[in-house]
């Protein structure tokens, strides 16, 4: 069990912090903060703000900015609105923003203040699973554009992660599970224990791990520290993301259809590059097996359109000159980077996930 646990990372440190006592400490210290700004959405407005500021006590009245929940609201309207609401109240330069909410929150809120006045500080307390384990840790910021995942962005790191547990209990189990899926990653990434204790790990058993997920964070922060910028190791943690990406882009085009977490999607990402990495990376059947049964055991197949899913993949940030790179598992713990593929092994990967539906 943690109290309070530092993990250091690249111009930022995260903290476990179960009874959020760190993260007033910190406050207190930050003497020429002018005023707090609060980011949420419309879930952590209800289901975590009040928790927050039964334990956070603020000098003065923060300003609470609230966007609607859902990758939807990740876009330049709400970033647009965000400003506008720092705008009208004054915010200066001496502010500091809170984050206090999902991976949109984080990646949005970071964003937003990372360009007001040319920057202010912020703080993210990310809420789901999923945003402990990634999205909030090591930096990255930005808003989906035209479609396309991450499309505008910059990497800006906070002042600090606080990693409160206790705003687990509200989230929805299917976003808890989703969250999983980024753990899971990280267990292919490092392989040992975290893999081991990933495989056994019961669909509904993670609220009682802290621990798992604070190994799953210390992974994370692992690749961000030896390569902050992106631009080769950290590029493993890209695994299952360039077929999950694509799969959201294409939920977010399919309004009437189900929606698709991040999570769900990185999943089904897994499963899809681990057939990549087997037919073409001599990936161990046994090894895809297991991959492909974890994922099934825990997530559903939607019924996707396989075009759509090969023209959004045509955005991925990872091409070059017109080859779709990915990143795939040689075996476990053990990532080849930018490998291109062309679109007729792709569509083979996604008519193999189509038939598992
Ligand atoms: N979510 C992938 C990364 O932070 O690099």
Not at 74 to 101: A, D, F
Not at 143 to 167: C, E, H, Y
Not at 200 to 220: C, H, M, N, W, Y
Request: glycine fraction near 8%.
């Amino acid at each position: 069990m943690y109290n309070s646990y530092v993990i250091h990372s690249f111009r930022h440190d995260v903290v476990m912090d179960q009874s959020l006592i760190a993260l007033q400490v910190f406050i207190n210290e930050i003497t020429d903060c002018e005023r707090f700004v609060i980011i949420c959405d419309s879930n952590t407005t209800s289901h975590c703000l009040p928790l927050f500021m039964q334990q956070i006590l603020l000098k003065k009245q923060p300003l609470i900015v609230c966007i609607p929940a859902g990758e939807s609201s990740k876009n330049l309207t709400e970033v647009n609105r965000v400003w506008q609401e720092l705008t009208e109240q004054n915010i200066n330069r001496n502010s500091v923003c809170l984050n206090l909410g999902g991976g949109v929150v984080t990646d949005l809120g970071g964003f937003a203040a990372s360009l007001y006045k040319r920057g202010i500080r912020f703080i993210n307390i990310p809420t789901s699973l999923l945003a402990m384990v990634d999205a909030s840790v090591g930096g990255k910021t930005g808003i989906d554009f035209m479609g396309i995942k991450n499309q505008i962005g910059l990497f800006s790191f906070p002042l600090r992660v606080f990693v409160s547990t206790a705003f687990l209990q509200s989230l929805p189990k299917h976003e808890l599970l989703a969250g999983t899926a980024e753990m899971f990653k990280h267990g292919l990434l490092e392989g040992g224990k975290h893999w081991d204790e990933m495989c056994q790990l019961k669909p509904d058993e993670i609220l009682g791990r802290p621990g798992l997920i604070a190994d799953s964070i210390r992974i994370k922060n692992k690749m961000v520290t030896l390569d902050p910028f992106d631009t080769h190791g950290r590029k493993a943690l890209n695994l299952g993301h360039t077929i999950g990406h694509a799969l959201e882009a294409w939920a977010l085009t399919n309004q009437a259809g189900p929606t698709l977490l991040h999570g769900e999607a990185v999943a089904l990402g897994l499963l899809t590059e681990s057939f990549l990495a087997k037919e073409h990376m001599d990936l161990n059947p046994q090894l895809f097996a297991t991959i492909q049964d974890w994922v099934l055991q825990r997530f559903h197949i939607p019924d996707f359109d396989m075009d759509v899913v090969l023209d959004c993949l045509k955005h991925d940030k990872k091409n070059k000159e017109n080859e779709v790179n990915f990143c795939l598992l040689k075996s476990l713990g053990n990532v080849q980077i930018d490998v291109p593929l062309k679109t007729q092994a792709i569509r083979a990967s996604l008519q193999h996930l189509k038939s598992l539906r």
